[in-house]
């Protein structure tokens, strides 16, 4: 327990908020017999005012350093299918996005942030895990802005941070957030599911798509790749609720890109099966890879897929998110309608997802 102050004792616990927020400011007024309280209440809230627009001022400085710094950096990338963003990732020119801004593209070019426009060409994509790079064909002459890649496994909850990329083609635009959540497994309802998203409520629209979500020293923590939706919306994106793919997963992929020509070592599981989605609901196991895992364990093809671990799938996207969860060498227990009607389990341990070379 602890005694509250007294009134009459220089109104302290007025002044107790002062002193929080501008602790290393001197008294203003001396304790005595409380004859100074009003004079003291006035200068508290002129004191409280100043601290709170120095805060203000000083977070706001924080922002336009960073984009300033960082803006450089972030590039537009455009494709004869559309428009997205990227972030040059070496001196090189090679430049990280999502495989969704260029997959299928037969062109593309990256315009940097000084309007300049120049052809670059598709050096890799795994398009399991969203990530891709392109290569700036020639560089010479061009002083590029190399972003810098953070550790996002030090990223905390309620962090803030800013989305800088290129939606609807406005180049360089700037949104605010926090990071609202940690370790999201999120569908991209296409087959690919991205583990340990990073939760932000900063803005990502269209065109958003691999541009860099920074946070307050301006380096790197994640590539907005995609907003959530809301089916009570029609299907439209959910305000304020976006995923970026961490900044070391994405780097980790992207240098393996840039090494190999291919992600080698994906750190993603892999079934060995080519799954469709059944019109009734269900999944069907169209095709089995010779030699993977699912073949090592006796899957057959045109068995339906029903459970994994006990949990029911009813699509391939199902599927998708639940391997994303798990790791190589990791054990499976799949639950299966056969092609005769009958009912299987079977244990798969899990291999390495195959990376995918240039095409």
């Known amino acids: 327990m602890f005694d509250l102050p007294r009134a009459g004792q220089c109104g302290a616990v007025k002044r ?23 004079s003291s209440s006035g200068a508290t809230s002129a004191v409280e005012q100043s601290a709170t627009q120095n805060v203000a001022l000083r977070l706001q400085r924080t922002f336009e350093e960073v984009v300033k ?7 537009q990338i455009e494709t004869d299918h559309g428009l997205g963003s ?31 426009s120049h052809p670059a060409k598709i050096l890799g994509t795994f398009p399991a895990g969203d990530i891709a790079v392109v290569k700036i064909t020639d560089t010479s002459g061009l002083d590029l802005t190399v972003a810098r890649f953070a550790d996002s496994s030090k990223v905390e909850v309620g962090e803030m941070v800013l989305a800088i ?8 635009s700037v949104t605010n957030g926090i990071v609202s959540a940690l370790h999201r497994t999120v569908s991209e309802g296409n087959g690919a599911a991205l583990p340990d998203t990073i939760q ?29 939706t809301d089916p009570q919306l029609g299907g439209g994106a959910a305000p304020g ?12 992929l992207a ?4 090494t190999h020509g291919k992600v080698v070592d994906s750190h993603r599981a892999f079934m060995g099966v080519k799954l469709t989605d059944i019109p009734s609901g269900g999944v069907g196991i169209v095709s089995v890879e010779p030699g993977g895992p699912a073949a090592e364990a006796g899957v057959k093809p045109g068995s339906e897929l029903l459970a994994i671990d006990g949990r029911p799938v009813r699509s391939v996207d199902d599927v998708s998110v639940i391997l994303a969860q798990h790791k190589p060498g990791d054990t499976v227990k799949l639950t299966l309608m056969t092609p005769d009607g009958k009912k299987q389990t079977v244990q798969v ?11």
């Open 165 to 172: 990329g290129n939606p609807l083609g406005l180049r360089s």
């Open 349 to 359: 341990t899990l291999g390495e997802y195959p990376g995918t070379p240039a095409g």
């Open 255 to 258: 240098q393996q890109i840039i």
């Open 69 to 75: 710094n960082v803006s450089p950096a972030v590039v």
């Open 16 to 38: 107790i908020a002062m002193l929080i927020i501008a602790a290393a400011l001197p008294v203003l007024a001396s304790c005595s017999d409380g004859s100074s309280s009003g």
């Open 200 to 228: 932000t409520s900063a803005a990502i629209n269209p065109g958003n798509s691999g541009g860099a979500l920074v946070d307050m020293t301006g380096g790197v923590i994640g590539i907005p790749t995609l907003a959530a």
């Open 86 to 116: 990227g972030e040059v990732f070496d001196s090189d020119g090679d430049v990280v996005t999502n495989n969704h801004v260029v997959e299928g593209a037969t062109k593309v070019a990256v315009t940097l942030a000084d309007g300049t």
């Open 241 to 252: 609720i976006g995923f970026a793919i961490p900044s070391s997963t994405a780097a980790d």
